[in-house]
């Protein structure tokens, strides 16, 4: 079978922005799986134990700050800082939505 330029481009450019929208919108799954990571220290689903911090139920919008925070080095950390890191900016607002719509 004979392909045209112009087919495989158009192919390739809709897989492109197909990719790029997953990228920018994860699944609820996908996010889950992310906040996963956060249970060793801050409790299955955000519910830590009381010597630390609980993430369930909180502020989306601060927890994306203070992650940000976290991974520039404008706030201090023993951890964090690291973990931060290796989070892109969209997989932080996902853990962070999907720890804010956990009940506290």
């Known amino acids: 079978m004979k392909c045209s330029k112009s087919l ?10 197909w990719a790029q929208a997953q990228a920018q919108s994860p699944s609820a799954m996908q996010a889950r799986s992310w906040a996963a990571g956060c249970a060793n220290c801050h409790g299955t689903n955000g519910h830590a134990e009381p010597v630390m911090v609980s993430l369930a139920g909180m502020n989306k919008d601060d927890m994306v700050k203070t992650m940000l925070d976290f991974k520039s080095g404008r706030r201090p950390a023993t951890v964090m800082h690291q973990l931060a890191k290796g989070y892109s900016d969209v997989q932080i607002q ?9 009940k506290k």
């Open 94 to 102: 996902a853990i962070a939505s999907f720890f804010a719509a956990q």
């Open 8 to 17: 495989v481009l158009t192919f390739c450019l809709t897989l492109s922005a």
